[in-house]
C-alpha cells in the first residue's frame, strides 16, 4: 500500500504544479473562442508552443533522451487535464509531437531523429499527417500516390485529401506507393516530405461548417530524398499501424473538455424554461454519464496499463468520444433553437454560430481517424477475436 | 487520478477467489436448478457464506474482513457473472457495514455475527422500489427504508408476499411490517440511508455489469461457432457490429461502478452522482447486451433449454431495480443543473 500512498502524492504534486504554471504563463488572448488558424493566430500559438518548451512542458511523454521528461500515461492525463480545464487552445503541432516524434523514436535512424525531433520539440517545424487519399479511405492501403525511385530520389505523384492543417504545416507525414506490382500492404513507405518542396499545391476543402481545416494536397513530379523514409522503403505499412494506434490512444483528450459543455447545456436547460422538464433532465443527465464513463474509462485505461502502450482497445476510446461528443453537440442545436426563438439577444446568436461549426465538426470525428465502423471491425476482430470477414 | 479501478491486489484476489469458488460449485447444472426448484440453495449459501464474503466489509473486530468497497466491486461482478442465485450482494454491500457504521450496541450484537456467519440471512428493501426485496421470504432480517429512515427488522417483525419479478430465482417479495413495529429501537442512526442507498445502488450497479459480462461472452462464443451461409457468423460486419456495440456499452460501465465503490468508500464529494453514473450505464449496458445476445444467438437463445435466457432475465429485474436509468439521469441532470464551478459535487477538482 505504502507504494500506492507515494504515486498518489506524486500524481497530485504533478497536478498543482501543472496548474500552476498554465496559470502563470497561458496568454488571456489565446482563451477567448475565435478563429485559431489566422496568420495572427497562428502566429500566437507559435509562440505559445514555444513557451510550453521553455517551461519544459511541450512533451513530457517523449524519453528524457530526446528532451521529453519521460512520463507515463497517468502524469500525462493530468497535464491534459489541466491544459484542458485552464482552457488552453488545442495543441498547434500535435502530428508532430503525437505521431511523427514517436514514430521517428521507433523507426528513425539517428541521423533522422537528430535532425527533426528537437525540431518537433521546439514547435521550429509543424507537422500534418498525409494518409487519405480521395480512393484509399477505409480502406487505407489502397492508396496510390505513387513514389518512383530515381537515383537518391523519390519523384512523387498523387493526392492526398482530408489533411488538417496542410495550409500552414512546414512538414508532412505521407504514405506513399513505391511498389505498385507487390501485395497493396507490402509497396507502402513512409516518407517525410518538405511542404515547400516545388510541386506541392494545397487546396483547402470549404466544409458543410463553412470552415477550411481540412485540405487537398496535390504532389506533380515533387522530388524527395530517398534518405527521408522512415523504417526501410516499402515497410510503410507496419511503420504507420503504430502510428494510427498512437492517433486513437489515450492521453489526447481528457474529459475535462467536455465540462465545459456540459455547463453550458445545463444554462441552456434553465433559460429555454426546461429546467424542471423529466425528459429535459433526463437528456441533460445522460450527457453527464457519458462524459463520466468517458472519464472512468481513461482511468481505468491508465490503471491498467502501466507501461503507457496500449492495444487495439484503444478503439473504444476514440468511438466512445465521437459518439459522445456528436450527442452532445446535437442537444445543444435543439436548445439554441428554442432559445433564438425567445431572445434576440446577439450573444445568444453569436454562440449558436459559434456551437453549429463545433456541431458540424463533431459529426466529421466519427468519420477521421478511422471511421466508427472501422472501429466497431477492430473491436470485434482484435478485442473479442472474432473471424475476419472475406475481403 | 483517482481509484484503483479495481486494478489492485486485494480486489483483483477477492474476485479470483470468488471466480474459483464458483466455476467448482456453481456450474451451469446448479444455476438451472435454482431457476426450477425455486427455492434458495441453502448448501451453496453454506458454501459461499464460509468463505465470509458476506463479512467482507465488517472490521476484523467483528469477525469480518475489514476490506474496502473498491476491493470488494470485482467480487460482486463475479456474483452476477456466475449466474448463482443467492442473497449475497445486499447483504455484503450494504446491510452488515450499514448495521456496523449506523446500529445501537445491541443491534450490532444481536444482528452482526449471525449475518457475517451466513447463519442469518438478510434482505433489503433499500432502493430497490416499493416495499420489495429480493430472498425477503427466506432473510431472517431485513434492512427496510420507510420515511427516509432505517429500521432493521427481525423475522418475527415482517411478513412478506411473493409478487412477479422477471427472475423468479431471485426470490422477489414484498414485505409489509406493522407499524406499531417501527419505533427508536429498530431505527438506524442518522445519516443511515443516504449511505445505504449509495451502496445499494453502487453494488447492483456491479452485479449488473458482470451479468452483461456473461451474456456477452456467450454471444462472442457463439458467434465464433455457429456457421450459416459456410462460415461463421462472427465474420459479417452486421454481427460484428451488433456486438461491438455491446462491449463497448458494457466495457464503459464496469469502471464506473468501480470508482462508485470507491468514491463511497472515500466519502467524496461526487459519492451519489457516481452511484447514478454507475447504475445508469449498467442499466444501458445490460439493455444493449441483452439485445444483441439474444439477436445473434437467433432461435436456440429463444429456447428455455439454452442458459442464456437466467442471465437475460435477471438483467432485466436488476435494469429497473435500484433506480432505473431514467431516475438515476433525472438525479445527474438535476445535480448537472444545481452545479456551481467548484461544488464538487458532478466533477470534483475542477
Request: proline share 3%; charged share 25%.
Given at each position: 500500500?505504502?507504494a500506492?500512498?507515494?504515486t498518489?502524492?506524486d500524481?497530485?504534486?504533478?497536478r498543482?504544479?501543472?496548474?500552476g504554471w498554465?496559470k502563470?504563463h497561458?496568454?488571456?488572448?489565446?482563451?477567448e473562442p475565435?478563429?485559431?488558424t489566422?496568420p495572427e493566430?497562428?502566429?500566437?500559438?507559435?509562440a505559445w508552443?514555444r513557451e510550453?518548451y521553455?517551461?519544459?512542458?511541450?512533451?513530457?511523454h517523449w524519453?528524457k533522451?530526446?528532451?521529453?521528461?519521460?512520463?507515463g500515461a497517468a502524469h500525462r492525463m493530468i497535464f491534459?487535464e489541466?491544459?484542458?480545464r485552464?482552457?488552453a487552445p488545442p495543441?498547434?503541432?500535435?502530428q508532430?509531437?503525437?505521431?511523427v516524434?514517436p514514430?521517428?523514436?521507433?523507426?528513425g535512424?539517428d541521423?533522422?531523429?537528430?535532425?527533426?525531433?528537437d525540431a518537433i520539440?521546439?514547435?521550429?517545424?509543424?507537422w500534418?499527417?498525409?494518409?487519405s487519399?480521395?480512393?484509399?479511405?477505409?480502406?487505407?492501403?489502397?492508396?496510390?500516390?505513387a513514389?518512383?525511385?530515381?537515383?537518391d530520389?523519390?519523384?512523387i505523384n498523387?493526392?492526398?485529401?482530408?489533411t488538417s492543417?496542410?495550409t500552414y504545416a512546414?512538414?508532412?507525414?505521407a504514405l506513399?506507393?513505391?511498389n505498385?506490382?507487390?501485395?497493396?500492404?507490402?509497396?507502402i513507405s513512409?516518407?517525410l516530405?518538405d511542404m515547400r518542396?516545388?510541386?506541392?499545391?494545397v487546396?483547402?476543402?470549404?466544409q458543410?461548417?463553412g470552415?477550411?481545416?481540412?485540405?487537398?494536397v496535390?504532389?506533380?513530379?515533387v522530388?524527395?530524398?530517398?534518405?527521408n523514409?522512415i523504417?526501410?522503403?516499402?515497410d510503410g505499412?507496419n511503420?504507420?499501424?503504430?502510428?494510427l494506434l498512437?492517433e486513437r490512444?489515450?492521453?489526447?483528450?481528457?474529459?475535462v473538455?467536455?465540462v465545459?459543455?456540459?455547463?453550458?447545456?445545463?444554462?441552456l436547460?434553465t433559460s429555454?424554461?426546461?429546467?424542471?422538464?423529466?425528459?429535459?433532465l433526463?437528456?441533460?443527465?445522460?450527457?453527464v454519464m457519458?462524459?463520466?464513463?468517458y472519464r472512468h474509462?481513461?482511468?481505468?485505461t491508465l490503471?491498467?496499463?502501466?507501461?503507457g502502450a496500449f492495444?487495439?482497445?484503444?478503439?473504444l476510446?476514440?468511438l466512445?468520444?465521437?459518439?459522445m461528443e456528436a450527442?452532445?453537440y446535437e442537444?445543444g442545436?435543439?436548445?439554441?433553437?428554442d432559445?433564438?426563438a425567445?431572445?434576440?439577444?446577439?450573444?445568444?446568436?453569436?454562440?449558436y454560430?459559434?456551437?453549429?461549426?463545433?456541431?458540424?465538426?463533431a459529426?466529421?470525428?466519427?468519420?477521421?481517424?478511422g471511421?466508427?465502423?472501422?472501429?466497431?471491425?477492430?473491436?470485434a476482430e482484435r478485442v473479442?477475436g472474432l473471424?475476419?470477414?472475406?475481403r | 487520478?483517482?481509484g484503483s479501478?479495481g486494478?489492485?491486489e486485494t480486489?483483483?484476489?477477492l474476485a479470483?477467489?470468488l471466480?474459483?469458488?464458483f466455476n467448482?460449485?456453481?456450474g451451469?447444472?446448479r444455476?438451472?436448478a435454482?431457476?426450477s426448484?425455486?427455492?434458495l440453495?441453502l448448501?451453496l449459501?453454506?458454501?459461499?457464506?464460509a468463505?465470509?464474503f458476506?463479512?467482507?466489509?465488517?472490521?476484523?473486530?467483528v469477525?469480518g474482513?475489514?476490506?474496502?468497497?473498491?476491493?470488494?466491486?470485482?467480487?460482486?461482478?463475479?456474483?452476477?457473472?456466475?449466474?448463482?442465485?443467492?442473497?449475497?450482494?445486499?447483504?455484503?454491500?450494504v446491510?452488515?457495514?450499514?448495521?456496523e457504521?449506523?446500529?445501537?450496541?445491541?443491534?450490532?450484537?444481536?444482528?452482526?455475527?449471525?449475518?457475517?456467519s451466513?447463519?442469518?440471512?438478510?434482505?433489503?428493501t433499500?432502493?430497490f422500489g416499493g416495499?420489495?426485496a429480493m430472498f425477503?421470504?427466506e432473510?431472517?432480517?431485513?434492512?427496510?427504508?420507510r420515511d427516509?429512515?432505517?429500521?432493521l427488522?427481525?423475522?418475527?417483525?415482517?411478513?412478506?408476499?411473493?409478487v412477479h419479478?422477471?427472475?423468479?430465482?431471485?426470490?422477489l417479495?414484498?414485505v409489509s411490517?406493522?407499524?406499531?413495529v417501527?419505533?427508536?429501537?429498530t431505527r438506524?442512526?442518522?445519516?443511515a440511508t443516504?449511505?445505504?442507498?449509495?451502496?445499494?445502488?453502487w453494488?447492483?450497479?456491479?452485479?449488473?455489469n458482470?451479468?452483461s459480462?456473461?451474456?456477452?461472452e456467450?454471444t462472442?462464443d457463439?458467434?465464433?461457432?455457429?456457421e450459416?451461409f459456410?462460415?461463421a457468423i462472427?465474420?459479417f460486419?452486421?454481427v460484428k457490429?451488433?456486438?461491438?456495440?455491446?462491449?463497448?456499452?458494457?466495457?464503459?460501465?464496469?469502471p464506473?461502478?468501480?470508482?462508485?465503490?470507491?468514491?463511497?468508500?472515500?466519502g467524496?464529494?461526487?459519492?451519489a452522482?457516481?452511484?447514478?453514473v454507475a447504475?445508469?450505464?449498467a442499466?444501458?449496458a445490460?439493455?444493449?447486451v441483452?439485445?444483441s445476445a439474444?439477436?445473434?444467438?437467433?432461435?436456440?437463445?429463444?429456447t428455455?433449454?439454452h442458459?442464456?435466457?437466467f442471465w437475460m432475465?435477471?438483467?432485466?429485474?436488476?435494469?429497473?431495480a435500484y433506480g432505473?436509468?431514467g431516475?438515476?439521469l433525472r438525479?445527474l441532470?438535476?445535480?448537472?443543473?444545481d452545479d456551481?464551478q467548484?461544488?464538487d459535487?458532478v466533477f470534483?477538482g475542477?
Amino acid at each position: 500500500m505504502s507504494a500506492l500512498t507515494e504515486t498518489t502524492l506524486d500524481v497530485a504534486t504533478w497536478r498543482d504544479e501543472v496548474r500552476g504554471w498554465l496559470k502563470a504563463h497561458l496568454p488571456a488572448d489565446l482563451t477567448e473562442p475565435g478563429a485559431l488558424t489566422g496568420p495572427e493566430a497562428l502566429h500566437r500559438r507559435r509562440a505559445w508552443e514555444r513557451e510550453l518548451y521553455d517551461g519544459g512542458y511541450a512533451a513530457i511523454h517523449w524519453p528524457k533522451e530526446y528532451g521529453g521528461r519521460g512520463m507515463g500515461a497517468a502524469h500525462r492525463m493530468i497535464f491534459q487535464e489541466e491544459y484542458e480545464r485552464i482552457g488552453a487552445p488545442p495543441r498547434l503541432n500535435i502530428q508532430g509531437l503525437m505521431l511523427v516524434g514517436p514514430t521517428l523514436m521507433e523507426h528513425g535512424t539517428d541521423a533522422q531523429r537528430q535532425r527533426w525531433l528537437d525540431a518537433i520539440l521546439r514547435c521550429e517545424q509543424v507537422w500534418c499527417q498525409g494518409f487519405s487519399e480521395p480512393d484509399a479511405g477505409s480502406d487505407l492501403a489502397s492508396l496510390r500516390t505513387a513514389a518512383r525511385i530515381e537515383g537518391d530520389r523519390y519523384i512523387i505523384n498523387g493526392q492526398k485529401i482530408w489533411t488538417s492543417g496542410a495550409t500552414y504545416a512546414d512538414w508532412m507525414f505521407a504514405l506513399v506507393r513505391t511498389n505498385p506490382e507487390a501485395p497493396k500492404h507490402r509497396g507502402i513507405s513512409a516518407v517525410l516530405i518538405d511542404m515547400r518542396t516545388p510541386g506541392i499545391s494545397v487546396r483547402p476543402i470549404r466544409q458543410i461548417n463553412g470552415r477550411g481545416t481540412f485540405s487537398e494536397v496535390f504532389f506533380d513530379n515533387v522530388e524527395v530524398p530517398v534518405a527521408n523514409t522512415i523504417g526501410a522503403v516499402d515497410d510503410g505499412w507496419n511503420v504507420a499501424m503504430g502510428a494510427l494506434l498512437l492517433e486513437r490512444g489515450i492521453g489526447r483528450r481528457s474529459y475535462v473538455k467536455y465540462v465545459p459543455l456540459l455547463r453550458t447545456l445545463s444554462s441552456l436547460t434553465t433559460s429555454t424554461g426546461a429546467g424542471r422538464d423529466g425528459a429535459a433532465l433526463e437528456e441533460l443527465g445522460t450527457h453527464v454519464m457519458q462524459v463520466s464513463k468517458y472519464r472512468h474509462h481513461v482511468g481505468r485505461t491508465l490503471a491498467e496499463s502501466s507501461n503507457g502502450a496500449f492495444g487495439p482497445e484503444a478503439s473504444l476510446n476514440k468511438l466512445f468520444w465521437s459518439e459522445m461528443e456528436a450527442a452532445l453537440y446535437e442537444s445543444g442545436m435543439k436548445l439554441l433553437n428554442d432559445l433564438s426563438a425567445l431572445s434576440d439577444d446577439s450573444a445568444v446568436l453569436d454562440g449558436y454560430g459559434r456551437w453549429e461549426a463545433e456541431y458540424w465538426h463533431a459529426r466529421a470525428t466519427r468519420i477521421f481517424a478511422g471511421s466508427n465502423q472501422i472501429q466497431k471491425n477492430i473491436i470485434a476482430e482484435r478485442v473479442l477475436g472474432l473471424p475476419k470477414e472475406k475481403r | 487520478m483517482t481509484g484503483s479501478y479495481g486494478a489492485d491486489e486485494t480486489s483483483v484476489e477477492l474476485a479470483t477467489g470468488l471466480r474459483e469458488f464458483f466455476n467448482e460449485h456453481c456450474g451451469l447444472d446448479r444455476v438451472r436448478a435454482a431457476w426450477s426448484d425455486g427455492s434458495l440453495d441453502l448448501a451453496l449459501w453454506g458454501e459461499v457464506a464460509a468463505l465470509g464474503f458476506t463479512g467482507a466489509l465488517a472490521s476484523e473486530e467483528v469477525g469480518g474482513l475489514g476490506v474496502q468497497p473498491e476491493d470488494l466491486v470485482l467480487a460482486i461482478e463475479e456474483i452476477g457473472y456466475s449466474g448463482a442465485s443467492l442473497p449475497l450482494v445486499d447483504t455484503a454491500a450494504v446491510v452488515v457495514p450499514i448495521i456496523e457504521r449506523y446500529g445501537s450496541a445491541e443491534q450490532r450484537a444481536s444482528f452482526l455475527p449471525g449475518l457475517i456467519s451466513g447463519e442469518r440471512i438478510a434482505a433489503s428493501t433499500v432502493m430497490f422500489g416499493g416495499d420489495r426485496a429480493m430472498f425477503a421470504a427466506e432473510a431472517d432480517v431485513l434492512l427496510l427504508e420507510r420515511d427516509d429512515c432505517l429500521h432493521l427488522l427481525d423475522r418475527r417483525q415482517f411478513s412478506t408476499v411473493e409478487v412477479h419479478s422477471p427472475d423468479p430465482a431471485s426470490r422477489l417479495a414484498r414485505v409489509s411490517v406493522e407499524s406499531s413495529v417501527l419505533s427508536d429501537a429498530t431505527r438506524l442512526a442518522a445519516g443511515a440511508t443516504d449511505d445505504a442507498r449509495g451502496r445499494a445502488v453502487w453494488a447492483a450497479s456491479a452485479l449488473l455489469n458482470g451479468v452483461s459480462r456473461r451474456m456477452l461472452e456467450m454471444t462472442v462464443d457463439h458467434a465464433k461457432t455457429r456457421e450459416q451461409f459456410g462460415r461463421a457468423i462472427g465474420s459479417f460486419q452486421a454481427v460484428k457490429h451488433l456486438i461491438a456495440d455491446a462491449w463497448v456499452a458494457m466495457e464503459s460501465s464496469r469502471p464506473c461502478a468501480w470508482y462508485a465503490a470507491h468514491a463511497c468508500s472515500q466519502g467524496l464529494a461526487d459519492a451519489a452522482a457516481a452511484a447514478s453514473v454507475a447504475k445508469a450505464s449498467a442499466s444501458d449496458a445490460a439493455r444493449v447486451v441483452g439485445d444483441s445476445a439474444l439477436q445473434v444467438h437467433g432461435g436456440i437463445g429463444f429456447t428455455w433449454e439454452h442458459p442464456l435466457h437466467f442471465w437475460m432475465k435477471r438483467g432485466k429485474l436488476l435494469e429497473h431495480a435500484y433506480g432505473s436509468r431514467g431516475f438515476h439521469l433525472r438525479s445527474l441532470g438535476a445535480a448537472m443543473r444545481d452545479d456551481q464551478q467548484g461544488s464538487d459535487a458532478v466533477f470534483p477538482g475542477l
